[in-house]
C-alpha cells in the first residue's frame, strides 16, 4: 500500500490561507468519505482535527476545514497563526480494510 | 480521564522480538477498535495494524507475518508481538483507538520508542 502523496512543505503567511493536497487512489481517498487529518507538533502525539474528509471534532478551530474532489483531498487553514506551524497528516481508509497514512506537510508560518 | 500509556520500547537487536503494550484508562477497549501506528525518526506516520471489536484484525504489508496484534479485556490493553525486527523498525510507536462504526483516531497514546541496533 503506498503512501498518500502531500506536499513535503506550505508556507504562508499570518492571516492568509494555506491548501494541503493530499492524493491517493480509487482504493482510498476515492473510494470512501473516509479522510481524516492529524496535526502533529515535534515530540507529540498526532491531533485530530478534521474526520470524514470535513468534519471538525468539539474543539478545533474552524479556521480548519476540509474537501474531497476525486482521488485527492485537501485541508485549508484560513487565517494562519503562528501556533499552526507545525506537521500535518493525511489518512484514509482504504479497501482492503486498513488504513494509509500521506507522506506529511510542513507547514511554516512566515 | 480517557488515556492510553504504551510501553515495552527498548534497544533491541535485530532478528530480535519485542512486545509492546498499550494500556486504556476512562474506557473499555473490547468497545472500541484499536490501532498501532509508527514514526521512524525524522519521518511520516505509518499506520501498522488494527484490533476490531469482534477480533479481526488487519496489518499493513510492511509488518505482516512479523507483528501480531492482540487485545486482553481483563488488563483493558492491547499488545503488538513484534518479531523478526529489523533496523527500520526503528520508531516511536503510538497506539490509538477509533470508535465502532468511525474511520478515524480520537484517542492516542504519547508512544514508546523501539531502537532495533547491534
Known amino acids: 500500500q503506498s503512501a498518500l502523496t502531500q506536499p513535503a512543505s506550505v508556507s504562508g503567511s499570518p492571516g492568509q490561507s494555506i491548501t494541503i493536497s493530499c492524493t491517493g487512489t480509487?482504493?482510498?481517498?476515492?473510494?470512501?468519505?473516509?479522510v481524516s487529518w492529524y496535526q502533529q507538533h515535534p515530540g507529540k502525539a498526532p491531533k485530530l482535527i478534521i474526520y470524514?474528509?470535513?468534519n471538525r471534532p468539539s474543539g478545533v478551530s474552524d479556521r480548519f476545514s476540509g474537501s474531497k474532489s476525486g482521488n485527492t483531498a485537501s485541508l485549508t487553514i484560513s487565517g494562519l497563526q503562528a501556533e499552526d506551524d507545525s506537521d500535518y497528516y493525511c489518512?484514509?481508509?482504504?479497501?482492503?480494510?486498513?488504513?494509509?497514512f500521506g507522506g506529511g506537510t510542513k507547514v511554516t508560518v512566515l | 480521564e480517557v488515556q492510553l500509556v504504551e510501553s515495552g520500547g527498548g534497544l533491541i537487536q535485530p532478528g530480535g522480538s519485542l512486545r509492546l503494550s498499550c494500556d486504556a484508562s476512562?474506557?473499555?477497549?473490547?468497545?472500541?477498535?484499536m490501532t498501532w501506528v509508527r514514526q521512524a525518526p525524522g519521518e511520516g506516520l505509518e499506520w501498522l495494524s488494527v484490533?476490531?471489536?469482534?477480533?479481526?484484525?488487519y496489518y499493513a504489508d510492511s509488518v505482516k507475518g512479523r507483528f501480531t496484534i492482540s487485545r486482553h479485556n481483563s488488563k483493558n490493553s492491547v499488545d503488538l508481538e513484534m518479531d523478526s525486527l529489523r533496523p527500520e523498525d526503528t520508531a516511536v510507536y503510538y497506539c490509538?483507538?477509533?470508535?465502532?462504526?468511525?474511520?478515524?483516531?480520537?484517542?492516542w497514546g504519547k508512544g514508546t520508542t523501539v531502537t532495533v541496533s547491534s
Open positions: 490509538a483507538r477509533g470508535r465502532w462504526g468511525s474511520y478515524y483516531m480520537d484517542v
Open positions: 476512562g474506557f473499555s477497549v473490547n468497545s472500541f477498535y
Open positions: 484490533i476490531h471489536i469482534g477480533g479481526s484484525t
Open positions: 480509487s482504493g482510498d481517498v476515492g473510494a470512501y468519505n473516509y
Open positions: 470524514d474528509v470535513s
Open positions: 489518512i484514509s481508509y482504504t479497501s482492503r480494510n486498513t488504513w494509509v
